[in-house]
Every structure is written in C-alpha cells, then in structure tokens.
C-alpha cells in the first residue's frame, strides 16, 4: 500500500480511481499509451486540476498498475479482484485503508480528458449535509444518443434528484413521431461519475441486487430501488471514455 494522507479544514472529499488490468473488452487498458502517457496517468492528472478534492487514489487489483502509479509518485491501493463494480472498489479502498472521506467520488478510469468542472461541479451537491449520492447528466442533442441503448437516459424531478435511469429512451413523447420529440422535450443522459457520502456508500455495497438493475444492466437502480436519492447536476461537458480498442483508435485519430 502507498498512499499519503493530507489534512484539510472542512469537509474531506477523495477521488478514488477504480482500475481493473482485466478487462473483458480491453484487457490491460489503464496502461496503454495515449500520446505519451498512459491513461491512468492522465485521468490522474486530470483529477488532480479539481479544486475539491482533499486526495486522490488509484484503486486496482493489479500489481502491474500499481507499480506504474508508485513510478510516478501516485496514491495507490491494492484491492480484491472479485469486486463487480467500481463502486465496491470504492468501499474496499476506503475501508480497508482508513482513507479520511466525507465524500467519495468514483473517477472513471477509462476517460483520460475528463474535465476538473466536471468533478468540481458533483462535489459541489454535497454543501447539504442529507444528500446521500450524486452524479451528472447532460442534454441531449443528437438523435443517435436519443434512441442508442447504449446511452442510459435520465429522468429528473424538480429537486434535481434522479427519479429512474433506463436504456430506453424516456419519456415517451404521446402523439409525436420520434423524429420530433428532441423538439418536443428536454432528454438527459447519464454522464458516469459517481460520488456517495461514505456512510451511505458503506451501506449500498451491502445491498443485493434489485430487479430493476437486473433488468437494465445499471446498478443505480439499486439505490433507487431501495429508497436512496441521487442527487443530480447537469454538465456541458462530456468525456471520452475508452471502452474498445476501437475507441483508442478514434481518439488518436481526434487528437
């Protein structure tokens, strides 16, 4: 384990960054090279621009990225391989190492440009002491991502709170061809950033999975299914997240 703790006055927010060698899509992901560094040292480096956060720490199962995270002089921790979310990694990281949290925001390790607002912007649901969860969505413009199951859309109440996360496109606009509903109604996608207060992140980890998250593949659904409200923000930025090979090769050719 390496990992320097910092004091600070007020509330202490960590970023963790869950970092798994095996993925199933992309095996070995986090080390790849993207212009000169690879991505985890750049989703670090990002998280470090955030005015927020007290610390960060990558989270891996691996020994490989942890020793190139050390090679650096980054915080890591190594945690168990069974976990099936980052959020578990989160709660392992926390627990098992006594990091000093008030907040816990989960950093996608797979989006190497992420913007520091975008951090700053989740951090910033927290100044009410009963938020529980938060994360970001951010309208949708474009038709693809309106009718893509691979784009979790987002419904939202009048307290900024998300009422229900789905693969389908909601709402159904009554009346209008699909065409027309962009026009007819504001669409939200979820934007993958996750950030709990450690005692509600604690007792989340415990709950087993719910029917709705079985039947749309989005853990979420457990929170809301069983009670938790998810405070929500909306962002204008959107990152790129590095899921494929395929999507590597699109962002060298972008950049």
């Not at 969505?137 to 307290?159: A, G």
Request: hydrophobic share 35%; net charge neutral.
């Amino acid at each position: 384990m390496y990992f320097r703790k910092r004091k600070r006055k007020g509330m202490n927010i960590v970023g963790i960054i869950p970092a798994r060698f095996a993925s199933t899509r992309f095996p070995g992901k986090p080390l790849i090279d993207i212009a000169g560094k690879t991505m985890i040292q750049r989703v670090y480096e990002q998280s470090k621009r955030s005015k927020s956060l007290t610390e960060i720490v990558v989270a891996t199962d691996d020994e490989r990225i942890a020793a190139h995270v050390r090679s650096w002089g980054g915080n890591v921790v190594m945690t168990g391989e069974q976990h099936q979310s980052g959020t578990d990694r989160c709660f392992e990281a926390i627990e098992k190492f006594d990091i000093n949290a008030d907040v816990v925001i989960n950093i996608q390790g797979d989006e190497p440009f992420i913007h520091p607002e975008q951090i700053d912007l989740v951090a910033s649901c927290f100044t009410s002491k009963e938020v529980e969860l938060a994360t970001l969505v951010k309208k949708i413009s474009d038709p693809e991502d309106l009718f893509n199951p691979n784009t979790p859309k987002v419904v939202i109440n009048s307290k900024k709170e998300a009422i229900y996360f789905s693969r389908q496109t909601i709402p159904y606009i009554r009346g209008k061809q699909p065409e027309e509903w962009l026009k007819s109604h504001p669409f939200y996608k979820h934007i993958g950033i996750y950030a709990y207060r450690t005692d509600v992140l604690a007792t989340i980890t415990q709950l087993k999975q719910s029917e709705l998250e079985l039947a749309e593949a989005l853990e979420q659904l457990r929170w809301i299914e069983n009670g938790y409200k998810i405070k929500v923000e909306i962002t204008d930025y959107e990152s790129v997240a590095i899921d494929t090979p395929a999507d590597l090769k699109k962002l060298t050719n972008f950049l």
